[in-house]
């Protein structure tokens, strides 16, 4: 069992330059979500989403866009990027019952921009 | 109203000390609250979560302990391990249209010294 798969790992890119971070998930979870990780700024919520063709914004959403066409993926798509977004991204996952749920996380992407 | 705020931001015990993690929030629609543990390179994943109907909870070697009129939770670690060191988030969750959302405090990292 796979849980919350991220790729790539590791990405360096170039002011300007797009990019897409893919998150995949095995468990059928309804819930997926994006964060960044910033050193002592824990977790921030970029965007996320309650099921296939239903996304929201989150605390940090500017720069970001998401889709979510299936279940199973969640990707998050820089169009132009910029060094503040320079950060490690995770993606996590969670079931939906009408009560909060502990979320299953990615191993994270470390992104720089030059 | 949406933060939580985490202290220590760096903690050292000597093993089998027991390391005290504080959290508060303000925001009393909050309902659930979860420890999240997090090894370099790695995600967070889920140590142990508390629901604000009870005051204490323990799993192994691992404390919540509540106080809903101070708004106050914290974790305690017994015997604590080198196995330990790693990065502790605490959060808090909320129920919103559909799902819910998550804010993580900005982390405390632990080193247990053998």
């Known amino acids: 069992n796979a849980g919350v798969t991220q790729t790539p790992k590791f990405q360096v890119l170039k002011t300007g330059q797009s990019m897409t971070l893919q998150c995949a998930q095995d468990?059928?979870?309804?819930?997926m979500s994006w964060y960044r990780q910033d050193p002592g700024m824990g977790l921030r919520l970029i965007h996320y989403?309650?099921?296939?063709?239903?996304?929201d914004q989150g605390e940090v959403p500017n720069g970001y866009n998401v889709s979510r066409s299936t279940t199973e993926d969640f990707p998050l798509r820089l169009l132009s990027a910029a060094p503040s977004q320079t950060s490690v991204y995770f993606c996590?996952?969670?079931?939906?019952?009408?009560?909060?749920?502990?979320?299953?996380f990615g191993d994270g992407t470390r992104l720089s921009i030059l | 109203q949406q933060q939580v705020k985490q202290s220590p931001q760096s903690l050292i015990v000597q093993k089998g000390g027991i390391p005290i993690i504080n959290c508060a929030y303000e925001?009393?629609?909050?309902?659930?609250f979860p420890w999240y543990q997090q090894f370099p390179g790695k995600g967070p994943a889920l140590l142990i979560a508390i629901r604000p109907d009870v005051s204490e909870k323990k799993e192994g070697r691992f404390t919540i302990s509540f106080n809903k009129s101070a708004k106050q939770f914290s974790l305690h670690i017994m015997d604590s391990q080198p196995g330990d060191s790693a990065t502790y988030f605490c959060?808090?969750?909320?129920?919103?249209?559909?799902?819910?959302?998550?804010?993580f405090g900005a982390g405390t990292r632990l080193f247990v010294k053998a």
């Open positions: 989403s309650v099921g296939a063709g239903i996304t």
């Open positions: 959060a808090a969750s909320i129920l919103n249209t559909g799902g819910f959302k998550t804010i």
């Open positions: 468990m059928n979870h309804e819930y």
């Open positions: 996590a996952s969670s079931r939906i019952d009408g009560t909060n749920q502990p979320q299953h």
């Open positions: 925001n009393t629609a909050f309902d659930y």
